[in-house]
């Protein structure tokens, strides 16, 4: 495969032929960095999305080169296309035969060997159909509506729950990013994964893992009990490693990394196979496909490791997330208030406005066209979420927060064959907080600086100081 740079021509420099010389001055101000430097580098986002970058790439260079310069201790990489349209972003992601995400998986970052590529291309979110089709066949189907009206009755139980701890007396502060909204995609998932709940304790350890991978503030988390777990848990706990001497643990992303989670998982089946529950996880175990074929070991272990990341990583950077759209807008906070059968259609314009997951990748399969820019074959192609929900060709006013928006065609869960699996359970769960939150105060406001995630993928906030009054 080659793996072309693609350096851009340096702008003409124009000079007026008889210019006298300039004066000597202070040294220049350093040379602005380039758009797409700023929209790639992790660091940028701590200080919150560069959206006049975006703005500039989409109107300007809607698939533009990105070089990968070093970041984070990691090495440069390649590079890739960013693709910045919303027509674009859907024309990618609904043709995968064109745009695979098997290729070389849907992180921007290649998997450092072959091997963990492999291994990752066992996730249905690493195949293209017809392999992932199977599982997403078998998946869905599990999703009955039974089982989906058990999941919302304990979402609207959680959501209670966690609001009457936070929400107590006459006002207060609070880190809503760390108070209320940590716990409830963690106890949802928990009840999707049918995990028993004296074990819930771990996927707060194992999620903690994933995000404190990138941003070490998340990266210790482990404040449990593992006396007060099942045997299961205390098996798999055996395998957990140990931080370096940096107090770094090993990449999260791979096998080796969640010895762990695979061990619980490789449990959890047996157990679920043994005695079935009601939970997602039990029917989709009991079911066969239409050769007569059911879910393997293996593909339980690695559809547990993308629910316990996906369902859970995602909303935790979505509820703050849709808190400081309320924050930002209390002419909306208040509307919603007065009408709260506003909120499923405020709902998807906070998640929007906020975009969680920022970026997803493909691997051109053949050479191609997009957005008049040749693509060769083995090219990486990033689509960006951020800038698709944002495209003035699609969205009236795009940088405002209208939460009486319809249509509202974002591309927050994507698009096509990988449309998210848990988007009605996220919805479910944005709704179900925000009913208690403003049902349960008069006024939500900043009591100091949220900070958010050094990452380039999601877009995350880690400390979200609000000051609430009753209602
Ligand atoms: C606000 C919250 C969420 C956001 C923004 C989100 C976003 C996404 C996106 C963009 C994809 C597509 C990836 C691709 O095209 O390669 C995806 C896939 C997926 N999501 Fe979500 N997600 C959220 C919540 C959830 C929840 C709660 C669950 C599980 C309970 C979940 C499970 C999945 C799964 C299993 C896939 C893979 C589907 C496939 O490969 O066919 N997600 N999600």
Redesign the pocket.
């Known amino acids: 495969m080659t793996q072309p740079s693609r350096p851009k021509a340096a702008p003409p420099v124009r000079q007026a032929p008889d210019t006298p010389p300039a004066p000597p001055r202070d040294p220049a101000p350093p040379a602005p960095r380039p758009d797409t430097e700023v929209v790639f580098d992790p660091a940028t986002y701590t200080a919150g999305v560069p959206f006049d970058a975006l703005a500039r790439l989409r109107r300007d260079i809607p698939v533009a080169w990105v070089a990968e310069v070093p970041v984070l201790g990691w090495p440069a990489g390649p590079g890739f296309w960013l693709v910045l349209r919303h027509a674009d972003v859907e024309s990618v ?1 609904r043709r995968p035969e064109l745009f695979s ?1 098997a290729l070389g998986a ?1 992180q921007i970052r290649d998997p450092a060997t072959p091997q963990a590529l492999d291994y990752v291309r066992r ?5 293209d159909p017809p392999e ?1 089709s199977r ?2 066949r078998l ?1 869905s189907r599990s999703f009955t509506p039974r089982a989906v009206a058990q999941l919302e009755d304990g979402i609207r139980g959680h959501a209670r729950a966690i609001c009457d701890r936070v929400f107590a007396g006459p006002g207060g502060e609070c880190d809503f990013a760390k108070d209320v909204a940590a716990d409830l ?1 963690l106890l ?2 928990a009840d ?1 994964l049918g995990v028993p709940e004296q074990d819930r304790w771990l996927l707060f350890d194992w999620s903690n893992r994933v995000i404190g991978y990138q941003d070490p503030d998340y990266a210790s988390s482990a404040a449990f009990d593992p006396a007060a777990g099942t045997a299961m848990a205390a098996e798999a706990l055996a395998l957990r490693p140990a931080p370096d001497r940096d107090g770094r643990m090993p990449d999260p992303r791979t096998r080796e990394g969640m010895p762990d989670l695979y061990a619980y998982a490789h449990l959890l089946a047996e157990e679920k196979r043994r005695r079935p529950g009601d939970d997602v996880m039990s029917i989709l175990l009991a079911q066969a496909d239409e050769g007569g074929g059911r879910v393997s070991a293996a593909e339980f272990e690695n ?1 547990f490791w ?2 316990a990341v ?3 990583e ?2 935790r ?2 509820l703050p997330g849709a808190c400081i759209a309320l924050l930002e807008h209390p002419e909306a906070q208040q509307a919603l208030r007065a009408d709260p059968s506003l909120l499923p259609v405020a709902v998807d314009e906070m ?1 929007r406005w906020w ?3 920022m970026t ?3 691997t051109a399969a053949r050479p191609c066209e997009l957005g008049g820019q040749h693509i060769d074959a083995g090219e990486k192609v990033v689509v960006s ?1 951020t800038s698709a929900n944002r495209d003035e060709e699609v969205f009236a006013d795009p940088d405002s927060f209208d939460i009486r928006r319809q249509p509202n065609p974002h ?13 009605h ?2 919805r479910s ?2 709704r179900a907080l925000f009913e208690e939150v403003l049902a349960r105060t008069s006024s939500l406001a900043y009591a100091g600086q949220p900070s958010y995630l050094r990452s380039n993928f999601q877009r995350g906030v880690k400390r979200l100081p609000v000051s609430w009054v009753a209602a």
């Open positions: 992601l995400s849907t996730m249905m979110l690493n195949m992932q599982l997403r998946l995609p949802a998932l999707v559809m993308l629910f996906a369902g859970n995602t909303l950077n979505g998640l975009t969680p997951v997803f990748r493909r979420f591309l927050v869960f994507g698009h096509g064959p990988h449309f998210c699996l848990g988007a359970l996220a769960q944005m």
